[in-house]
């Protein structure tokens, strides 16, 4: 019903998107300013990391504790083994839909 209220309103259009104003040049004129190609940072490979301290061989390998909890309790726990140590004593939320949330913890 919302869909067919937006469509009758006009901003969208008969394929249920929402219409878009369009905000390129005028009829006849060029963008000039705007580079086609835009260069960006690389990708972070954190195992690519991992893997160079892994070939080393006097690393020694380190096991942080990773907790998953929700609503106080603990759903799943690991303790991962790696060459590298993980940044510790990290606690951050993951919001897994608008009413789920999970709290991870992160301790050495």
């Not at 009758?8 to 905000?23: C, I, Q, S, W």
């Not at 606690?91 to 913890?105: H, K, P, Q």
């Amino acid at each position: 019903m919302a869909y067919v209220a937006l469509h009758r309103a006009g901003p969208m259009n008969d394929n249920l998107l929402l219409t878009v104003k369009e905000f390129g040049p005028e009829p006849g004129r060029e963008h000039r300013d705007q580079p086609s190609i835009v260069t960006v940072s690389e990708r972070l490979d954190s195992w690519r990391v991992i893997a160079k301290h892994a070939s080393l061989d006097a690393t020694p390998w380190s096991a942080t504790e990773i907790t998953l909890i929700k609503h106080g309790a603990t759903v799943a726990s690991m303790v991962p083994c790696l060459p590298t140590a993980l940044p510790c004593d990290l606690d951050f939320d993951l919001y897994w839909n608008a009413i789920e949330t999970y709290r991870v913890s992160v301790k050495a």
